[in-house]
């Protein structure tokens, strides 16, 4: 059974728009999905209410997670069953140095899957495992000083955001444009990291616009969302033929026709 099943899911914003359209997705530990679409067809609206975003309403359908529904959790109490997600724009913390945000949400989870008792872990253990993950990330060390994302260049970003994967290993990891603003080496080095990440704990869905972090991330599975909802399922070679003849195809025209 998959891990995460998503079942006609209808999802709308506070004023009423319907923006996703009845998708349906499951995704299993050890595979990667790739969602690939044009601006505005609805991905991230997708991406945030799976994590449960408050602006976002979900109408119909369902989100399982180990079969059972998550709809009514927050989105705290998703991360502690295993899903993550990693943000376009991920946002500053002035204040809140990368070692002291992750070493809370470790020990927030711990908490959690202990039935509500502290299990804090121990700070050596901590130091030593943030430490080999950031060396394995290129992330370099005087980082963890730093407060979250304050001054950060994208790349820096977006290295901490699969930094904090690698702490937390959620079960279900969904990167919504992690390429975007990346640099050549950046993207090599952040899709290398979830690479790493996916095996037999860890599935994943790479929302994106382009090929190019595909190029570093092979999927099993690539997902078209066109006016939301996904409009064609196929292999790695339908992320090429997107990459080459783009998403034209698949958009409606409007009504009355092409001018």
Known sequence: MAVLEIKNLHVSTEDGTEIVRGVDLAVSPGEVHAVM???????STLAYA??????????????????????????????????????QYPHAVPGVTVASFLRSAVNAIRKARAGGEDDPVKVADFRKEVQAAMETLKVPKEMAGRY??????????????????AMLKPRIAILDETDSGLDIDALRI????????????????????????????????????????????GGPELAHKLEAEGYEAFVPDPVGGSV
């Open 37 to 43: 679409g044009p601006n505005g067809s609805g991905k």
């Open 50 to 87: 799976l994590m449960g975003h408050p602006a976002y309403e979900i109408t119909e359908g369902d989100i399982l997670l180990d079969g059972e529904s998550i709809l009514e959790l927050d989105a705290d109490e998703r991360a502690q069953r295993g899903l993550f997600l990693a943000f």
């Open 148 to 165: 979250l994302n304050e001054g950060f260049s994208g790349g820096e970003k977006k290295r901490v955001e699969i930094l904090q994967m």
């Open 190 to 233: 952040v899709a290398e990291g979830v690479k790493r990440l996916v095996g037999p704990d860890m599935g994943a869905v790479v929302i994106t616009h382009y090929q190019r972090i595909l190029n570093y991330i092979e999927p099993e599975f690539v997902h078209v969302f066109v006016g939301g909802g996904i409009v064609v399922e």
